[in-house]
Structure formats: C-alpha cells, structure tokens
C-alpha cells in the first residue's frame, strides 16, 4: 500500500500477497495516494481533484467515497482502523491551522 509516480502523476498502488500491482485512482483525482488498509481490504488516503482541492478517501472494493472535515481547506486520510475509522489532518479553512479527524464508519 502505498503511490507512486509516473509522467501522469502520483498513483495510489496495492501489492498483495500474490505479487501483482494493483493502481488505485479516484476517478478524476490529478493526484490519489493510498495511506492506509485494514484487514478487510479497505483503503483509506487522500486524493486531489482537478480543481487543486484536497480531500480523504475511502475505497471498499472499488468504491469511492470522500471525506471531507467541514470548513477545512484539505483534509487528508491517514489511516484506517479494523472498524473502518479513517484518522488524518486537515488544514482549517479559517486559521489556517493542521488539526486531526477521526471520521468514523458508523
């Protein structure tokens, strides 16, 4: 788990047991980047948007999901927990400030 880049740009990637390669993109991100991947397989990261945003993902099985902390410039994933909880920072839209979330599943 983790990105790589080539000419296009930053790519999240997932190497699992077997040996293959596995790229993760969110559909329309210039930028994705795998952060994290609990025992169920669900990847959690950040990605960035053609518009230059930054937000946190959540992938399950090739679906997408954003998160992004209200008021917050960027928000980035960081790391997922066998519950499905998504920890990161995002930087505070008002202060300026990096400060942590914790998105839960539930």
């Known amino acids: 788990m983790g990105f790589y880049v080539d000419q296009t740009g930053p790519h999240g990637y997932l190497r699992p047991y077997d040996g293959h390669f596995i790229t ?3 559909p329309g ?3 994705t980047r795998g952060r994290g991947i609990n025992d169920l397989g669900i990847i959690a990261g950040q990605y960035t948007d053609a518009s230059g945003a930054t937000h ?3 992938d399950i099985l090739g ?5 992004d902390v209200p008021g ?8 997922i927990n066998q519950l499905g909880d998504v920890a990161g920072n995002f ?7 990096t400060r942590g979330f914790v998105a839960t599943a539930h």
């Open 63 to 67: 679906v997408f999901s954003t998160i």
């Open 24 to 26: 993760i993109d969110v």
């Open 72 to 79: 917050a410039a960027a928000t980035f994933g960081r790391g």
């Open 29 to 31: 991100a210039t930028d």
């Open 91 to 97: 930087i505070d839209g008002a202060t300026g400030h």
């Open 56 to 58: 946190a993902f959540v």
